[in-house]
């Protein structure tokens, strides 16, 4: 998608330029900025979601709106706001390079009833009509692999084809991506559907044979977790002492990473302190039936299933947010540990590096990750 857009580009001496529509917390966000893309404005309902994302990408514009209000004059003026963040001393040509996003996924979802009356289907087509609005030069729209389900026909049919009428060239909308031959150390499908102006953009490869493990994920991560601990500090887990502790993974991940980090925002964050360790409490009951489940198998009362160190995790889930019931998805088991994960090491096996924070509570935390585009998977197709 970057390199075709460096033949669009009006104006040649400025990063091309994004907007995040249903952006959650910024795993698609992540993967753009990291590929070269100043993402100038993103759109999220959830105030929660919001907060998290400017927290992590304080330059961008956070509309706090439901998208089906939204024109494209909205978001122009949301990216121009980010714009004079992001680049003080310059005007903006005000063109709009790629607009990304996930339309809420839940209706399509294998894991859900896959209701092709489910009202936030729909979205889809808000996130279609702002691509015929704004008219960007390439789009980029992220859903499950239950979207190209042959009971959602009509409305995949209706929508993508009102983007080939608007005169963009599709790719990626027959077939889903698997996370894990992009790097990702978790074993997750998703369709990533891109359009462009001029040209097909080519579908990304992904360039591992062998998948990144559970191992590959939490190496230097202090596995016993005994107190109920929202931040690991310089005690608990030395920046020095994980610096000695590192893997091809984690080097991706790094802020410093050639693979990861070199085109991202500068962030300021103490390396000494790691977020996201709110611990879990469970019974002795619960706690001996972890500590009896084999590795890779799933608990017979909670059906966690145990994560095992040799391969890559299963697909973190996200639950329902609290106008679906307030359904917490269940958790994977740690590998060595009779408890489950902490935000942390989903955020590891989601592709997060560890400056990224997430809310303090379990539940919002776990939401987020689950709800995110891993950002490995999202920056190989911003980079294709």
Same mark, same amino acid.
């Given at each position: ?23 959650? /917390?910024?795993?698609?966000?992540? *993967? ?34 439901? !998208? ?13 706001? +980010? ?28 894991? +859900? ?52 009428? &608007? *005169? ?18 978790? %074993?997750?499908?998703? !369709? ?12 990304? !490869? ?32 030395? &920046? ?40 879990? %409490? ?13 590795? *890779? %198998?799933?608990? /017979? ?38 408890? !489950? ?38 920056? &190989?197709? /911003?980079?294709?």
């Amino acid at each position: 998608m970057l390199a075709n857009l460096e033949v669009t580009r009006t104006v040649s001496n400025r990063r091309p330029v994004a907007i995040d529509l249903f952006s959650g /917390a910024g795993g698609l966000s992540l *993967g753009f900025e990291s590929a070269g893309f100043d993402v100038l404005a993103a759109v999220e309902y959830d105030a929660v979601h919001a907060a998290t994302h400017l927290y992590n990408f304080p330059n961008c514009e956070m509309v706090v709106r439901d !998208v089906a209000e939204l024109t494209a004059d909205d978001l122009r003026t949301a990216a121009r706001s +980010g714009w004079d963040r992001h680049h003080p001393d310059a005007d903006w040509d005000g063109q709009v390079d790629v607009l990304i996003g996930g339309p809420s996924c839940q209706g399509f979802s294998t894991m +859900g009833k896959q209701d092709p009356e489910d009202s936030r289907n729909q979205l889809v087509l808000e996130f279609v009509r702002l691509v015929e609005e704004l008219r960007p030069q390439a789009f980029c729209m992220e859903n499950v692999p239950g979207f190209l389900d042959s009971r959602f026909a009509g409305l995949r049919d209706t929508g993508l084809g009102r983007l080939r009428a &608007a *005169g963009y060239h599709l790719s990626g909308e027959t077939q889903p991506l698997r996370a894990e031959e992009f790097g990702v150390p978790q %074993k997750r499908r998703r !369709v990533l559907i891109t359009g462009s102006l001029i040209r097909t953009i080519s579908t990304p !490869v992904g360039d591992r044979n062998e998948a990144f493990t559970v191992e590959h994920a939490l190496t230097g991560l202090p596995a016993r977790v005994e107190t109920i601990a929202r931040e690991m500090t310089a005690d608990l887990a030395p &920046a020095s002492a994980r610096a000695n502790i590192s893997n091809e993974y984690l080097e991706r991940i790094s802020a410093t990473s050639t693979v990861f980090g070199p085109f991202g925002q500068p962030r300021i964050f103490d390396e000494s302190v790691l977020s996201g360790f709110l611990a879990t %409490k469970h019974s002795p009951q619960t706690t001996q039936r972890f500590e009896g489940t084999p590795a *890779g %198998k799933k608990e /017979a009362i909670s059906r966690s299933y145990r994560l095992d160190n040799a391969k890559p995790s299963l697909t973190l889930r996200a639950g329902t947010g609290r106008e679906r019931g307030a359904f917490s998805a269940t958790r994977p088991i740690h590998p060595t540990e009779p408890r !489950v994960i902490t935000v942390r090491e989903a955020a590891r096996l989601h592709s997060f590096p560890d400056w990224f924070r997430f809310h303090s509570t379990n539940w919002h935390g776990h939401r987020q990750i689950g709800n995110s585009v891993p950002p490995l998977l999202a920056q &190989a197709v /911003a980079a294709c």
